[in-house]
């Protein structure tokens, strides 16, 4: 391979090339260069010899006679190497609101479709300036095929699944990580025997696909703050470069980081952005789509082209159902699978994919069902944020077949029902029991129900038992940003505390709201850091926060390993027994052979649940065992302050034994395979604000 300097000395020969495919493609004999410009009267292409390259060591003219086809402009350049950068420039009536056609035919536009992404020289500011000249863009990478099998992709599914939700550089950027790449794709894989000692079975990955670190408020940035979450994707196609060791390589490290995962048995879900780009509204960048097909990519308003309309409070919204963009996503997506061998989607403010290109609700949204009927995608997972900053709300209505949906109302009311509301014992009961009301009537399953307390955005665990009120005022926006709407309860005092008290049940209200989850039907998500009892501070809005209030930190304390032994024995208890993950909806009749019924209802006396008792905090229940030789289950949630005695049934003369009690102190919360005395009477003792689970013996 040739050194940068000597790369740079060369002028490399050209081709007309083709437009297939799109994007920057590595052949023998070269590299074919296809972008998309609608508009464009004629095109370049700047190449840099290396990420460190100041200037382009090679400029290429496109024509329209040989190297347009449609409103595709493409190029051959023989023996190009590997980690070459490049970007486009454009010229013509390009059309962007913000700047005339000479400032915007000034401005370097990354591939869309680059599969490895450098920002070595990007600054957001001077992309948006329509007065900025010179080289301070995003710039695509030349990088190696993966030369990945076009095999047909495994039907994956989320039975039995448990979804761990991390952002890959929180959870090795603290420094007491101890790993060699830390904030990378290779600082996690060493971190996969703690995944896999935990127990869960899928990582949702916070976006990984390359994006706008500089895209946050003035206030933020003043403050020395970046984009931390990643939630301002400008290159769908390449992992982020920060996550990797050499961004030219991003391909090669992210599969990498796959194939760890799965030879341990965990699958990957991604976060992905498809409702706007990073390059916002009307003031926002220029980085590619302004130019390249604004008015296709974008919702435009019809009263004024100039600006964007705005349903993800972020500037801009992606024009989804348009044909071109529609297939964009589509391939991307699929790309994703085939080669990087993800086994699955999260789609952030999924309620987009249901406007037409005014905004409209659309009865039959085209791109929602266009997943489902794609080959690859139909094999895989698609999940649904289902709404939307433009007041859509589709949870229990999002349009598809096999979507599932982060369930907010579950959220919502065992929030609730946790810091003690009464009266909602019913709406408890069809919580945890998969949300039939959501998701039974039109064919789908539990599993369509993604259960979450917690998520990357609002409280942590942590501090969902410890305060009341967000407190984001290290993000430089006077605590305005966040969501005020909390559903907390601080257990007596806000934020730290010396009470013993309050801590004590700070604890078991943590290891109340985890075992709820863990007991309900359908998939269990948990937020990274609460089983071990991670904090923010009451900052309930951390998007901007890379640093130690939103990494993991691997000292824990006393608190934080007893949490993290809870959550493990749980989630082994969870995948001991089928009856806690059902494929189909209860019934309250018996099933498979079974003379039980598959659940029966209780409060404190047996068959008489308080679903309508305006009072009521306490919700009992009875699982038949699914499989052979499966174990009965007999659960307890008591939110009241004191504790109740709660019938048992008797069955045969097999006894009751307690295998979870969140009210005792570790190591007695949890007690692996039901190693505790036998209950002798017809009814237990369960202490207040606790949560009980006895094993049929």
Same mark, same amino acid.
């Given at each position: ?46 190449? $840099? ?15 329209? +006679? ?26 013509? /009536? ?28 990007? +600054? ?20 190696? /095929? ?112 796959? +194939? ?80 990087? +061998? ?67 109302? $579950? %959220? ?26 959501? $998701? ?51 257990? #007596? ?12 049940? %700070? ?16 998939? /269990? ?37 007893? =949490?993290? %032994?809870?959550?493990?024995? =749980? ?115 369960? #202490? ?10």
């Amino acid at each position: 391979m040739l050194s940068p300097e000597a790369h740079a000395q060369r002028i490399y020969r050209t081709q007309p090339g083709s437009r297939f495919p799109i994007g920057a493609t590595v052949v023998p004999g070269g590299v074919n260069f296809c972008a998309f410009c609608r508009r464009a009267t004629r095109v370049e292409l700047l190449l $840099y010899a290396s990420e460190e390259s100041a200037e382009p060591f090679q400029v290429i003219a496109l024509l329209g +006679d040989a190297n347009r086809t449609f409103f595709f402009w493409h190029v051959f350049v023989e023996d190009l190497p590997l980690r070459t950068c490049y970007t486009w420039r454009a010229y013509g /009536p390009l059309g962007v609101p913000q700047m005339n056609d000479e400032a915007a035919s000034r401005k370097e536009l990354i591939d869309p479709q680059a599969r490895g992404v450098s920002d070595r020289f990007y +600054d957001r500011q001077h992309a948006a300036d329509a007065h900025a000249a010179g080289h301070a863009s995003l710039r695509g990478i030349v990088t190696e /095929p993966l030369g990945r099998p076009d095999d047909d992709v495994e039907v994956r599914t989320l039975d039995d699944a448990i979804i761990y939700e991390l952002h890959v550089g929180g959870f090795t950027r603290h420094p007491s990580s101890g790993v060699r790449h830390p904030g990378t794709f290779a600082g996690l894989i060493e971190k996969i025997p703690y995944l896999k000692a935990l127990g869960v079975t899928h990582v949702e990955l916070l976006p990984v696909m390359a994006f706008d670190e500089q895209d946050i408020p003035a206030s933020a940035a003043a403050r020395g703050l970046c984009n931390y979450w990643g939630y301002s994707t400008h290159s769908f196609y390449s992992p982020h470069p920060r996550y990797c060791v050499e961004p030219a390589r991003a391909p090669q490290e992210f599969r990498a980081f796959v +194939d760890a995962l799965h030879e341990a048995g965990i699958r990957v879900l991604l976060d992905v952005v498809f409702n706007h780009t990073s390059e916002a509204g009307d003031n926002g960048p220029v980085i590619h789509f302004k130019v390249f097909a604004n008015e296709v990519f974008y919702q435009i308003d019809a009263n004024d082209a100039r600006h964007y309309r705005d349903y993800t409070g972020c500037g801009n919204t992606l024009n989804c159902n348009h044909p071109l963009v529609s297939a964009f996503i589509l391939r991307c997506l699929e790309y994703w699978v085939r080669e990087l +061998d993800v086994d699955g989607f999260r789609f952030d403010l999924a309620s987009v994919f249901v406007r037409g290109e005014n905004g409209e609700l659309l009865r039959t949204p085209p791109l929602p069902w266009a997943m489902e009927a794609s080959p690859v995608l139909a094999r895989v997972p698609l999940i649904a944020e289902a709404w939307d900053a433009g007041g859509l709300y589709h949870v229990g209505s999002f349009p598809g077949m096999a979507w599932a949906e982060w369930n907010g109302r $579950y %959220r919502d009311v065992i929030r609730r029902f946790v810091r003690g509301d009464p009266g909602i014992v019913g709406e408890v009961c069809t919580c945890i029991a998969g949300s039939a009301d959501l $998701y039974q009537s039109d064919g789908r399953l539990p599993a369509n129900s993604i259960n979450f307390v917690t998520c990357h955005d609002g409280f942590t665990l942590n501090d969902l038992v410890s305060y009341e009120a967000k407190h984001n005022e290290a993000n430089g926006e006077d605590n305005r940003d966040g969501s005020n709407d909390n559903l907390s309860w601080n257990c #007596g005092a806000e934020g730290t505390t010396d009470d013993p008290a309050i801590s004590g049940l %700070r604890l078991r209200q943590a290891r109340n709201f985890m075992a709820i989850l863990l007991l309900s039907q359908g998939v /269990p998500m948990l937020l990274a850091g609460d089983e071990i009892l991670r904090s923010q501070r009451g900052n309930n809005n951390a998007f901007c926060q890379d640093n130690a209030l939103s990494w993991i930190d691997w000292q824990l304390s006393d608190n934080a390993g007893a =949490m993290l %032994r809870f959550v493990r024995e =749980m989630i082994a208890l969870r995948k001991r027994h089928s009856s806690l993950r059902r494929r189909r909806f209860l019934t309250g009749r018996p099933a498979n052979g079974q003379t039980q019924p598959d659940i029966a209802w209780h409060g404190e006396r047996l068959d008489a649940p308080a679903w309508h008792d305006p009072g009521a905090r306490l919700v009992a229940f009875t699982l038949a065992g699914q499989a052979a030789g499966e174990l009965m289950l007999h659960i307890v949630f008591n939110m009241h302050d004191d504790a109740r005695d709660v019938a048992l049934p008797v069955l045969d003369e097999r006894s009751w034994r307690r295998v979870v009690d969140t009210s005792a102190e570790p190591p007695m919360d949890i007690v692996p395979d039901g190693e505790t005395a036998a209950i002798e009477c017809d009814a237990c003792r369960v #202490g207040g604000r606790s949560v009980v689970v006895l094993e049929l013996r």
